[in-house]
C-alpha cells in the first residue's frame, strides 16, 4: 500500500545522481516553489511510469510491499484473530496526481513538509494467511489470493526532517513521516476464506464490502504504519545517497 515513496523522488530528483543526468524535460526547480515542484512531479509520473534504469529510477507502475501482519490479536479466548498479508504487489501509483507541495526551503528544517496527492484507482494483489476464532465455535485457518481496490485514494504525507553533514554536504534525516489518507470506496476479496464452503467465503466477503467503513476505521491504524514504513525506507535511501543541495536548482540560476 504503499506508492508515496515514489511521489518522493519524483519531486527531487532535479540534480545529478551518481553523475547521472535526468532527461533533459524534466525541469528543475528552486528551493520551496511549490508549483514548480508539483509541475515536474507530475511530468515525471506521466513521461516515466516504469522509472529511469539509467539512474536507478524503479518503476512505480508496479510496486512491491513489505509482507505485514495487519491483524495479531492474542489468542486466547472466544474472539481472535490473525490476519497476514504476504507477495503483495501495488498497481496504479502511475496515475497518481500530485495537487500541492509545501516546504523543501533551502533551509528545510524551518518548515514542515507536506505532499498531498490523488490516485482514482489503487489496486493491491497478493496473498494472505487468516487464523482466528469467532464466537467461541467457527475456527478460521485459510490462505489463498487477496485483493483490495482502493477507489479516489487521496493522501497527504506530513515530513519532519533535520539536517546532517557528511564531507562538507547537507544530507536530509527523517525524524518523523505521517501519511494521511481519505478513500470513497475500499473494495477487498478474499479467495478460499472458509476452504470447505464457498458459499459462506462469499458472505464473508459480501459482509465485508457492504460495511467497509467500519472495517477501515478499525483497521487503518496498521494500515498507517505499513505505509509510513515503506515511505520512510525509501525517503531514507534517497536521502542518503544524494546532497540535499544537489536536489535543486542554485540560487544564481534564473527562474
Not at 512505480?60 to 495487519?70: A, Y
Not at 491483524?71 to 472466544?78: A, C, I
Not at 482514482?120 to 485457518?141: N, Q, S
Request: with cysteine.
Amino acid at each position: 500500500m504503499h506508492f508515496l515513496a515514489y511521489v518522493i523522488i519524483t519531486i527531487q530528483l532535479f540534480g545529478g545522481l551518481h553523475g547521472q543526468k535526468l532527461p533533459a524535460k524534466v525541469k528543475k526547480c528552486h528551493y520551496g516553489d511549490g508549483k514548480c515542484l508539483v509541475e515536474s512531479a507530475n511530468a515525471l509520473l506521466k513521461d516515466f511510469p516504469k522509472g529511469i534504469p539509467e539512474i536507478d529510477l524503479k518503476p512505480f507502475n508496479v510496486l512491491p510491499v513489505r509482507d505485514w501482519v495487519l491483524v495479531n490479536d492474542s489468542q486466547v479466548g472466544g474472539a481472535w484473530y490473525y490476519f497476514n498479508l504476504i507477495n503483495q504487489i501495488n498497481y496504479g501509483f502511475e496515475n497518481t496526481t500530485i495537487t500541492e507541495i509545501r516546504g523543501f526551503d533551502k533551509d528545510p528544517t524551518t518548515t514542515k513538509i507536506e505532499i498531498h496527492g490523488k490516485i482514482p484507482r489503487l489496486v493491491y494483489k497478493g496473498d494472505y494467511v487468516a487464523k482466528g476464532r469467532m464466537l467461541w465455535f467457527v475456527d478460521i485457518h485459510s490462505q489463498g489470493t487477496s485483493e483490495s481496490d482502493f477507489l479516489n485514494f487521496q493522501f497527504v504525507l506530513t515530513l519532519k526532517v533535520r539536517v546532517e553533514y557528511r564531507n562538507n554536504k547537507r544530507y536530509l534525516k527523517i525524524y518523523e513521516l505521517v501519511p494521511n489518507i481519505r478513500l470513497d470506496r475500499w473494495i477487498m476479496w478474499l479467495d478460499n476464506f472458509f476452504p470447505d464452503n464457498e458459499d459462506l467465503t462469499i458472505a464473508v466477503n459480501n459482509l465485508f464490502n457492504r460495511n467497509w467503513v467500519e472495517f477501515w476505521n478499525e483497521l487503518e491504524p496498521g494500515i498507517l504504519r505499513l505505509f509510513e514504513t515503506v515511505f520512510l525506507s525509501l525517503f531514507e535511501d534517497l536521502f542518503e545517497k544524494v546532497p540535499y543541495d544537489n536536489l535543486f536548482l542554485a540560487d544564481e540560476d534564473s527562474k
